[in-house]
Structures are given as C-alpha cells and as structure tokens.
C-alpha cells in the first residue's frame, strides 16, 4: 500500500471511529500558500515549474472509463487547439489513484470528485478553478440514501441492524456526508449500528441496491439521473429515503507546478468551449448543465471542509 492509500484508509478509520479532534485543513508539507487561498502556490523558480508536450487529462472514476473517454473526447481536442499540446486521456480506476497520478507528476489536468477535492488540494497539488453548471449559472448535486422496493427500510432509522453501501472513502456523498449526518442527525454509526460495505463507485452502488444486492446505498443523484437516462436502470427500482442539501460537483484544475502561460491557456480552454452538439452537452446536459464556471476552492469547497472536520479526516500527506 503506498503511503497516500494508507492516508486515505486512516482517514476512513478516523471517520468510523468518531475521532473527536477537529482537523483544520492544510496543504501537505512539498506546498506553499503565500496568498491564503488554500490551494498550492506555482513555483517561482522556472526551474521547478514543468511544461510537458502531452497533457493527460483524467476524469473522476465514478461510471464505466470507457464511456466517459468519448464523452471528453470533444472537450480534449478543444483543449489540444488552444494549448498547442496533445492531451490524452486517463482512464483511472479509483481516487486514491487519480491523487496518485496527480502527485506522482503523471497526471496534468483532471477533474476530482467532491469529496477528493480536498485530499488532491493538500497532497497532490492539485489547483481546482472550475465547474460545471446550469446556464443560469447554478450548480450542484444532493447525497440520497436510496433503498429498493421490498427492503423493508421505510425509513433512514431501519437501516439499523443491516447493510449499508458506500463507494469509497474519498467520497463526499458516498462516504463522507452520509458519515457524518448519519451520527449527528440519526445517532447511528457504521460498525455499531449497521454493516458498511463499499462499492468502489457510484454506479456499483446504484446498480447494487437496483438489483437487490444491497439493501440500501448513499449515492450522488447526478450519476443516478444520468443512469437512468441511459436506460440503466430504472426510476422505480429504487426508493430515495434521504435527500441531503446541495453540494458542489466535481472540480476541474490543474497540477500546481505546470507553468503559469500552460496553467492559463488550460483554464481558457474550460471557458471557451462549446458544448453545442457536445459529447459533454448529451451526457452531462441530462444534469441540467451546460458550462464550465469558474470557483475557488475556498468557498465553494467550504461545506466540503467541514464535513471533513466532523468526520475527523486528518490530510496526512507522507
């Protein structure tokens, strides 16, 4: 196990075991924050700073890589023409590993999941400055609890006694927020009052309550609606007991050490493209979104942050 995968299982540990001291966030020892915006500052030295003829570009590993490849395939050969580069991309297969990428320095431009935003900031440098939205400029997604018909589950308190799923545990509403509102709001923890599982992803989850397997999951109801939409499953195969309040989506950025012209040519390429006839428009368009915004880590990860502290995730970067 590398050293970011046992930080990451010590932060599931953390989680699970209530550990009762607040972690206040900050970033891993290799990075600076001169300015206070919480995110790894460009080196200065020019000697330090990398300008590499590919970009490998990685998307978070929630559906099928394979899928996801042609829906970003438009998208990248934009981001080719305006940054003059080739970009390929990364099918990875979790988000210990696309944090590893990034860290590693095999890993350029990438979008993180919400609950590994935080994780990617602090260890692997990672520099987040968009994401998607609506045309009216609003965003985000709710956590559900999602159980199927015949369950018995009613309600979040008969999960008692069972089997719950998560996907995995960098994941804000697979793992992290239903952690956390599940002791504060329920008084239930998992391995006292109920069996967790994991999944690995959020589709596995979804699929895995809509078959029966699980007899109850905390899953993103962005990926639930474009499964259903894809035919994949269906609506009444499942039954939403929780709806949490709206959270960010995942955030696009870049590896802090790329040089300052690549870093802004790469964010140009976010905002100047059209997602008209897009593979993104026909995929993420079933979210209702429509373009890329610009936020900071900062606020708009804020709640995010805080559900960490509740949980007692410690970002140790070793």
Known sequence: ????????????????????????????????????D??????????????????????????????????WSEFLAHMSEVTGKEVQFFPVQSNAAQIEAMRAGRLHVAGFNTGSNPLAVACAGFRPFAMMAAEDGSFGYEMEIITHPGSGIEAVEDIKGGQMAFTS??????????????????????????????????????LGVANKDYPAAAIANSVKARMIERDVVTEDQMNVIYTSQTFPTTGYGTAYNLTPALQESIRKAFFSFDWSGTGLEEEFGKNGEAQFIDITFKEDWAVIRKIDEANGVAYDCQ
Do not use: W
């Open 169 to 206: 545990e960098t994941s804000n509403s697979g793992f992290k927020a239903p952690s956390a509102i599940l002791k504060a709001d329920f008084g239930m923890e998992a391995g006292s009052d109920f069996e967790p599982v994991f999944s690995g992803k959020h589709d596995n989850s979804i």
């Open 38 to 71: 919480l995110i790894a500052d460009i080196p200065q030295d020019a000697a330090d700073q990398i300008d590499p003829s590919t970009l490998i570009f990685a998307y978070t590993p929630v559906e099928d890589p394979a899928v996801y490849a042609d829906v």
């Open 1 to 36: 196990m590398s050293l970011l995968s046992n930080s990451i299982a010590g932060a599931t540990i953390a989680a699970f075991c209530a550990v009762p001291a607040m972690a206040e966030f900050q970033l891993g020892e290799r990075y600076s924050d001169a300015d206070g």
